[in-house]
C-alpha cells in the first residue's frame, strides 16, 4: 500500500534576531523570518506577513507588524552530492522577511510570533475531522529579570544553508 503526503504550504522555517543598539530606554533589534515551501506549491508566500509581540511576563500583544516580503528564491539538492546516490528530487522556494524593530526595555521580556493556517493538508494521524495543521513560528527576546543584559543579546541563528539534506561525515 502506498500513501501520498503533500504538504501544500509552509513547510518550515527560522525566525531570529540580532540586537543591534540601545537608548532612550529602547533596545532596537534586526529581526529575520525565512519561511520554505515546496516548489510545486501553487500558493504564494505572504505579503505582507503579520509579526504579532508579546509581552513574556502577562502574555498581553504588545504591537502588531505587517512586514513586506523581500524576496523569494529556490534551493534544491545538487545531483552531483558525493553523500547520496540516487538523490531525491528535492526543492524549496524560500519567502525572506526583515525589519528593524524598537521596544521598550523590559522585566519580563518578548515574544516575537508568526503563525501560518493550513501549513501541511490531509495528515492522518491527528483527531478525526482535524486535518489542516497550521505553524506558529516564535522567537524569544529574554527580560531583564532573567539576566541583566539579556535583552542586548542575540537569538540562535542557523547557517545559511539549503536545510534540506544532511550528511554524517
Not at 504591537?63 to 546516490?85: G, H
Not at 492522518?124 to 489542516?132: A, E, H, M, S, V
Not at 513560528?137 to 541583566?148: M, N, Q, R, T, Y
Amino acid at each position: 500500500s502506498v500513501v501520498t503526503a503533500r504538504a501544500d504550504h509552509i513547510s518550515g522555517g527560522e525566525f531570529f534576531y540580532t540586537y543591534t543598539s540601545s537608548g532612550n530606554g529602547q533596545n532596537q533589534y534586526q529581526v529575520y523570518l525565512r519561511l520554505f515551501m515546496l516548489c510545486s506549491s501553487m500558493r504564494q508566500f505572504d505579503n505582507p506577513a503579520k509579526i504579532s509581540v508579546f509581552n513574556r511576563g502577562n502574555s498581553t500583544r504588545v504591537k502588531d507588524v505587517s512586514v513586506p516580503l523581500q524576496r523569494v528564491e529556490n534551493i534544491s539538492i545538487m545531483a552531483d552530492n558525493p553523500c547520496m546516490s540516487n538523490p531525491p528530487t528535492v526543492c524549496y522556494k524560500v519567502g525572506y522577511y526583515e525589519f528593524t524593530l524598537s521596544l521598550p526595555v523590559s522585566q519580563e521580556g518578548f515574544l516575537l510570533s508568526y503563525q501560518v493556517n493550513f501549513r501541511v493538508d490531509n495528515m492522518n494521524n491527528l483527531t478525526p475531522g482535524y486535518n489542516r495543521v497550521g505553524a506558529t513560528f516564535v522567537a524569544e527576546i529574554p527580560g531583564e529579570k532573567s539576566l541583566v543584559g539579556a535583552s542586548n543579546n542575540n537569538s540562535a541563528r542557523f547557517g545559511d544553508n539549503d536545510l534540506s539534506i544532511v550528511c554524517g561525515n
